[in-house]
């Protein structure tokens, strides 16, 4: 079965971003490109939420997502590599014309309990914690990873929303990364 | 100058005890018990709010405290040790009638700059965030230990509130414990 990936580079109090979704505190190492290369062979699907595909159009073109631009269309040109495809789901937007970018207005987690079904790569869970929340509630997040970078926010997106319940997770990775980050891996627990 | 610590076990969404004081997720491994050791033979002050006060107090004698309680007895015993003295800080409560543990009405700024020029073992800054949040905004927290904890608490006393601004620091250690935990260890960047 797929396995869904969720996380992303956090303040050291678990923000995505600050609240106005600054992000200027991140630290792009050739060591996270090094890891992010790895990680984004693998993928091809993408899921976020509503917000997340706002921010996500909003900074293309940007210094932080160029590398993962590079990367995928790098990938795009291989032909043994399946293309990338990415749901959005949101009850409220009526549509989304641009290519590769899929509109799933039903119920998230019956969708992606039946795409980790079909044959594919990794799944990758992009976002504000909305999404995830509810998908890490219900078990269909496999897998977290977390760059920990040294600083505090104080306020912003966080990558954790409270799921109603414990959800306990095995550690499977821990290194120390370029400028003081941390990063760690997680398998959910079954 | 004495160097005032801050942190201790948190869950992975950065909980030091559930909504309802709940901690029987932590891991008390031999791992943990080696470092506090090392970790409490310097300490010879200890600073809390009145909440974490109560929760202190009613926490006397089990067992996630009883090895506190052991080294420290075990450390009251060398006469050349000092002798570890407690500072509640609380603005509601009116005296605490308890053998080396004092009450602090005032400004608790003012008295921890104070006490960091004082001769003086470490300082260690215990508790649930609030007078944590006021000391890391007023930079007079020098060092931040967390051991996370592989799991999602969802809600709980967090280990950090919002300072009102960023706060910067460099990571100092990093290293995985026993039972997917990973203890990470930050200093004050000035």
């Known amino acids: 079965m797929r396995t869904v990936t969720y996380g992303g580079a956090v303040s050291l109090d678990l923000f995505l971003a600050g ?3 600054e992000i ?20 091809d699907v993408i899921l ?9 159009e909003g900074m293309a073109g940007s ?3 160029k590398e993962v631009e590079a990367a995928l269309e790098k990938k795009s ?13 949101s009850r409220t937007l009526k ?18 309990r039946d795409l980790k079904q079909r044959r594919g790569g990794r799944i990758c869970l992009m ?9 890490i509630a219900d078990g269909l997040v496999d897998e977290v990873g977390l760059n920990i970078h040294p600083i505090l926010l104080g306020t912003g997106v966080p990558v954790f929303r409270d799921p109603g319940h414990r959800v306990a997770f095995t550690l499977t990775g821990c290194r120390q990364m370029d400028g ?8 959910l627990r079954r």
């Open 63 to 65: 210094d932080e997502t």
């Open 180 to 187: 003081g980050c941390v990063l760690v891996k997680y398998a």
């Open 95 to 112: 549509a989304i014309d641009k290519p590769g970018v899929e509109l799933v207005k039903g119920d998230a987690a019956a969708f992606v």
């Open 77 to 89: 040109r291989k032909k043994k590599e399946p293309k990338l495809r990415t749901y959005v789901f």
């Open 127 to 135: 976002g504000g914690g909305e999404l995830a929340q509810s998908l």
């Open 24 to 43: 200027d505190w991140l630290h792009f190492s050739k060591d996270v490109q090094k890891e992010m290369a790895v990680f984004w062979k693998e993928v």
């Open 48 to 56: 976020m939420g509503r917000k997340t595909y706002g921010v996500a």
């Open 19 to 21: 609240a106005a979704g």
